[in-house]
Nanobody, 125 residues
Framework: QVQLQESGPGLVSPSQTLSLTCTVSGGSITTGRYYWSWIRQPPGKGLEWIGYISYSGVKAYSDSSYFGPSLKRRTSISRDTSTNQFSLQLYSVTPEDTAVYYC???????????WGQGTQVTVSP
């Protein structure tokens, strides 16, 4: 069972860039047919999938506007295979980006079997 741990600043100023890293242990992020996602939960709302980077480095981002303006144009996910980490950058943040941010892994069944504990990020001046 892989373990995931988020890290990054808990407070970000509006219009700045939110940067989080997920450190994976107990397995490699290049292991075949695994997908490494970022998910968030704003206060009082449900979980929102942000995007993933796959075992082969392919990226996909949510284009949903269910929770508000689409994140797609403001999101970048990357990875560092030498450190077994993947990262999230969310640009031009607003207070509406305040949430608990999770990293998670899934296979091709899209069941998120492993989660990080989550990290609270607050966007405030």
């Amino acid at each position: 069972q892989v373990q995931l741990q988020e890290s990054g600043p808990g407070l970000v100023s509006p219009s700045q860039t939110l940067s989080l890293t997920c450190t994976v242990s107990g397995g490699s992020i290049t292991t075949g047919r695994y997908y490494w996602s970022w998910i968030r939960q704003p206060p009082g709302k449900g979980l929102e999938w942000i995007g993933y980077i796959s075992y082969s480095g392919v990226k996909a981002y949510s284009d949903s506007s269910y929770f508000g303006p689409s994140l797609k144009r403001r999101t970048s996910i990357s990875r560092d295979t030498s450190t077994n980490q993947f990262s999230l950058q969310l640009y031009s943040v607003t207070p509406e980006d305040t949430a608990v941010y999770y990293c998670a892994s899934s296979g091709e069944d899209w069941a998120f079997g492993s989660w990080g504990q989550g990290t609270q990020v607050t966007v405030s001046p």
